[in-house]
């Protein structure tokens, strides 16, 4: 089955720093890869997704890039707010009539300095 | 448009009770999947229903179960209790368009502790 790794599990930024979080993806069929973002006690929320026939993402400070063949993908947030802290998970999904499980990293807590 | 509403958002069990939890998905999302998430393995798949039938299931054992109604709503049942199954349980719903799925949407969560 698919297997998502995440880097880095923590991440410390000044505010206004950007920030980037990497995954690696084993599958080569996975062509959805969405990133959410989770704060305490709240569930998962997507902040961004990429399909595999994109390479790149965009929305307001926060970009995705697409890997396919080196089987990566990376978040990146400009500008970072103190709002922006919680933790980040990437996931990686074949999102065909099959169903839409979702295999996720192990997340990164990201937490931005005032 | 509501979100996903799971119920209870907390619970409390002994070890070998069982337990169901309730998951309401987005009006017209018809897909939804349950997720594991605990501090030592993350956020892992448990199964995922479409039109009341099981499409997918992840790695747990069979003390897992869930059902989804004709109303899209759907539960998810642990048997037999143990302390590790300890966790936050999340449902996702998603909707299919001519352009294949949504994103899946989450709910908040049950907080289930095993004492």
Known sequence: GENVEQHPSTLSVQEGDSAVIKCTYSDSASNYFPWYKQELGKGPQLIIDIRSNVGEKKDQRIAVTLNKTAKHFSLHITETQPEDSAVYFCAASTRNNAGNMLTFGGGTRLMVKP | ?115
Not at chain 2, 2 to 13: C, D, E, H, S, W
Not at chain 2, 39 to 53: D, K, M, N
């Open chain 2, 1 to 115: 448009k509501a979100g996903v509403t799971q119920t209870p958002r907390y619970l409390i069990k002994t070890r070998g009770q069982q337990v169901t939890l309730s998951c309401s998905p987005i009006s017209g999302h018809r897909s939804v999947s349950w997720y594991q998430q605990t501090p030592g393995q993350g956020l892992q798949f448990l199964f995922e229903y479409f039109s009341e039938t099981q499409r997918n299931k992840g790695n747990f054992p069979g003390r897992f179960s869930g059902r989804q109604f004709s109303n899209s709503r759907s539960e998810m049942n642990v048997s037999t209790l143990e302390l590790g199954d300890s966790a936050l349980y999340l449902c996702a719903s998603s909707f299919k368009t001519g352009q294949g799925w949504t994103e899946a949407f989450f709910g908040q969560g049950t907080r289930l502790t095993v004492v």
